[in-house]
């Protein structure tokens, strides 16, 4: 892999104009790579979720060089119906379209940040490779006071030109004083094994609101692995909720830092599997001051031989008193073959604190299929509606009304 | 105040901390083949002993010192130690209690622990284990009326070869970790208890453990047995004089139940902690496994932990035979600057097996506490069920506590449920109580045992009177 990763590297660089110490800071991020590898099950973080090897089993050799020369045609039809929005398009990797139209121009900037590499809380080897070949990353600043009138949509899409290839990306947000951004990560695939390394990074400043939805719901063959690193001042807030379904391999991280008192992070989840995929969430929540808050609900329904993950951490240094800590985990395991994994990890050092973790796992309640089927209801249906009623519990604590809808519709949950 | 007074003064912490002055047999310091061969001369093994040891001490040099725990502590010389120290007057091995050193009779009367007749009306039997070997078993004769085996570990390899050929090792195989290893290799004494089939063990069997020796690591080695549908209660206590340097004790406790048989395994860990800047103090690193072989059968393990400078350990159950099930309940208490990681692991591989843990723990000073914990339900485990709950208690804003479960479920008939809270005392109890005229130390005190209640019930009822009493001595001063 060392000398693909070399020559792709050089490949990358000649295409790039960098000044001399962006390529020394670059050579420098690709070295550690090398010399780390991806990701393995030795490491605590990767121990239900061996990287290396799911990347061996179903991609084989990765590339890393990808032409970002030619430009791809964008396909609307992928755009999604009935809701006005703002678009960033993605495709292969590739910023293709930024528009914000429905936005007051002098609100939002977008800088160009191709030229600074930033760090992230994140001292996995993926960072270093995301550093080593982003090639362009920008970052959007939403100014003072505004709220952005209708969501941003990011739209992921890759079509079959590419194969076997590894697409880093990377978004920096910045959400001024009181302002606000409702967010969508939608990926749209078309393409086979290829691993996607997504690196987000926001900074909340006072009284920011950020809604941040990740959903990735179409079926498709690529491995993907996400970051979103979550700065948090005071009295912000920040909504994530992630649909994990259709990827062959999807682990997404979420680290939130709340600095700021009353500061407080909401984290939903579900993981609708089926066939031999393999997803995973992992949350660290840092409660770094007094009276801070977070929430945290993460619910699986597991079919055929899928396998869940979830990891989510709760920590609360010696300053943070009076935090608010919650987690809870719900698996529903349908058959024999699926597998669910959990971590659920308090790290304390405050004593007036209210911490609490809960997991369960376990088959569809025989209980409730006989009492909805004595009612009329044959077993294909009463199951249907139990695990409707599982999930919905999670997608009605989406907060945005407009984009609760939109989930809904599209993973066909009624109510 | 002088030396004296300052002796008492300090004695009133851990009223165990004094030392016995006994004149000790020692190995050679160090840790190389020629050690562990003189440990097998002096307790006159036979070859396949020593050949266990050797082979254990051959994978030892293979293994690394894991460093994952949460407590980190310096570096151990396992060169500086001595791995085997006796009192001198067991050499030749007295024949009855009445010729033991008055010393020791002396030293365990001390630590309450009576070996002589009037031990009798306590109806428990005893093994008490001096550093490195076993000075007294009592109650032996009318054990061995209903066929029960118990007694020291190096005397079973002599007279019950059999028995110990099969079942050492079984559950913790010399490959094992660092720790278990060392222990295979080096171990010196502990107890052996067999119970045969269709036997209730009519007393708790108890074995008392006391480290006295400076310099010197404890490693001992536990074997029970019990056959089918037998039934056997078994209690541990530990002690050990103070001292400014850190101990080590690295035991392996191993525990097999066949058909319908129950294993009942209380401890009450009450090693000396250290003072109060943190310095001295054991470092409990014990390696607990009880394998549920048979189908119905049962394993439960109580701890108490109180002591110890650094407590790591997980006492487990492997649930193999269908429809067994495996317990933990557990309270670890940490105060000043001690250190604790320690939990359980639940391995589910037969079928309607069943597992419960609940954990409590309790931090206060500048200590730290993490409960760690596996529940593995395999995909062959089918109608399992896990429920597990640990709850934290903190004590001031300069310490810490910590749960880290790892949850596996590979089969979709099995249930984990999982529970854990973290809080602090309420301002709310704690008036209540003082308004009916407790004072504050004698509320935290009631609080707390209410905290724990749920598992001292678990104990054997003379030992959760001292379970009780321990787990008060334990805070003082940590509150206000």
């Known amino acids: 892999m060392k000398e693909q990763l070399q020559k792709d590297f050089d490949n990358t660089i000649e295409n790039l104009s960098l000044s001399q110490k962006d390529i020394e800071i670059k050579k420098f991020y690709l070295d550690n790579f090398i010399s780390r590898g991806f990701p393995n099950r030795r490491e605590e973080d990767w121990k239900f979720s061996d990287l290396n090897q799911i990347i061996k089993k179903n991609i084989g050799t990765l590339s890393f060089y990808s032409d970002y020369m030619s430009t791809n045609k964008v396909d609307t039809s992928v755009f999604v119906d009935g809701l006005e929005h703002n678009k960033i398009v993605f495709i292969n990797g590739r910023i293709e379209k930024i528009d914000f139209d429905y936005e007051k121009k002098d609100q939002i900037e977008i800088i160009d940040q191709s030229e600074t590499i930033n760090k992230f809380n994140n001292n996995n080897s993926l960072s270093d490779l995301n550093n080593a070949f982003t090639n362009k990353s920008f970052k959007i600043l939403v100014k003072r006071g505004y709220q952005l009138a209708k969501p941003l949509i990011i739209y992921h899409t890759t079509n079959s030109k590419i194969w076997s290839k590894n697409i880093n990306l990377r978004l920096n947000f910045e959400l001024d004083k009181g302002s606000s951004l409702r967010l969508i990560d939608l990926f749209n695939e078309t393409s086979e094994k290829n691993f996607l390394n997504i690196f987000y990074s926001f900074d909340l400043k006072e009284n920011a609101v950020l809604k941040n939805y990740k959903i990735d719901k179409f079926e498709n063959k690529n491995i993907k692995y996400s970051f979103n690193n979550i700065e948090q001042e005071k009295n912000s807030i920040s909504e994530t909720f992630i649909l994990s379904s259709g990827s062959n391999f999807c682990k997404n991280e979420i680290n939130c830092n709340l600095k700021g008192k009353y500061s407080s992070a909401f984290i939903n989840g579900i993981f609708s599997l089926s066939k031999d995929r393999h997803h995973e969430i992992r949350t660290t929540i840092n409660h770094l001051t007094e009276n801070t808050k977070s929430y945290q609900l993460v619910k699986s329904v597991l079919d055929d031989s899928s396998k869940a993950v979830y990891q989510g951490k709760i920590f609360v240094n010696s300053e943070a008193q009076k935090t608010d800590g919650y987690q809870l985990s719900k698996a529903i395991l349908l058959n024999e073959a699926s597998e669910f994994n959990a971590k659920p990890e308090l790290e304390i050092y405050a004593d007036d604190v209210k911490c609490s973790h809960g997991s369960s796992s376990g088959s569809l309640n025989e209980d409730s299929i006989f009492y909805l089927m004595s009612r009329g209801l044959n077993y294909q249906q009463s199951r249907e509606l139990l695990i409707n009623g599982f999930l919905l519990d999670v997608i009605e604590k989406i907060t945005d009304s407009e984009i609760k809808n939109l989930i809904k519709n599209m993973i066909g949950v009624k109510e | 105040m002088d030396t004296r007074e300052k002796e008492i003064e300090k004695l009133k912490d851990y009223k165990y901390g004094f030392s016995t002055d006994i004149e000790n047999t020692r190995a050679p310091k160090g840790l190389n083949e020629d050690v562990i061969k003189f440990i097998s001369n002096i307790k006159k093994e036979p070859k396949w002993m020593l050949d266990f040891r050797l082979k254990a001490f051959e994978r030892f040099k293979q293994l690394k010192e894991p460093d994952w725990q949460k407590p980190k502590y310096p570096k151990i010389d396992y060169q500086n130690l001595y791995y085997y120290s006796a009192p001198k007057s067991m050499d030749d091995k007295p024949k009855s209690l009445d010729e033991l050193d008055p010393k020791l009779l002396e030293t365990y009367k001390k630590l309450g622990i009576p070996l002589q007749e009037q031990a009798r009306l306590n109806g428990i039997a005893v093994d008490a284990v001096f550093d490195s070997v076993s000075v007294a078993t009592t109650f032996r004769e009318e054990l061995s009326k209903l066929g029960i085996i118990f007694c020291p570990i190096s005397e079973a390899i002599q007279n019950h070869p059999e028995l110990v050929k099969k079942y050492l090792g079984s559950v913790i195989p010399i490959t094992d970790h660092f720790f278990a290893t060392l222990n295979s290799a080096v171990f010196t004494d502990g107890s052996f208890a067999y119970i045969p089939e269709g036997v209730r063990c009519p007393m708790e069997l108890s074995t008392y453990f006391r480290i006295n020796a400076s310099n010197t690591g404890q490693f001992e080695r536990t074997l029970i047995v019990a056959d089918k549908g037998s039934y056997v209660s078994y209690l541990e206590g530990c002690t050990a004089p103070m001292r400014d340097e850190n101990q080590l004790h690295a035991a392996n406790v191993e525990l097999i139940a066949l058909d319908d048989a129950e294993i009942k395994y209380s401890t009450v860990q009450n090693w000396y902690p250290g003072d109060k800047d943190g310095k001295g103090g054991i470092y409990n690193f014990v390696t607990k496994r009880g394998l549920c072989k048979g189908k119905n059968s049962k394993i439960s393990w109580t701890q108490v932990e109180t002591g110890s400078a650094i407590t790591w350990k997980y006492p487990s159950c492997i649930l193999k035979g269908d429809n067994s099930v495996g317990e933990f309940y557990s309270i670890a208490i940490t105060n000043n600057h001690q250190k604790a990681d320690t939990g359980t692991k639940m391995i589910h591989l037969g079928k309607n097996t069943k597992s419960k843990i609940i954990s409590k723990g309790i931090s206060a000073g500048f200590s730290d506490m993490t409960y760690r914990g596996l529940v593995?339900?395999?995909?062959?485990?089918?109608?399992?069920?896990?429920?597990?709950?640990?709850?934290?208690?903190?004590?001031?804003?300069?310490?810490?506590?910590?749960?880290?479960?790892?949850?596996?479920?590979?089969?979709?008939?099995?249930?984990?449920?999982?529970?854990?809270?973290t809080s602090k005392i309420s301002e709310e109890q704690l008036h209540y109580c003082q308004q009916r005229g407790l004072s504050q130390e004698e509320a935290v005190g009631l609080i707390v045992n209410g905290f724990c209640k749920e598992v001292l019930q678990q104990l054997p009822m003379e030992f959760a009177v001292e379970a009780q009493k321990l787990v008060g001595i334990s805070l003082e001063g940590s509150v206000g």
């Open chain 2, 376 to 421: 593995d339900i395999s995909s062959k485990a089918s109608n399992s069920n896990n429920y597990t709950q640990c709850d934290s208690l903190l004590m001031g804003n300069k310490c810490g506590a910590h749960t880290v479960p790892y949850i596996k479920n590979k089969n979709s008939e099995s249930n984990i449920a999982h529970e854990a809270t």
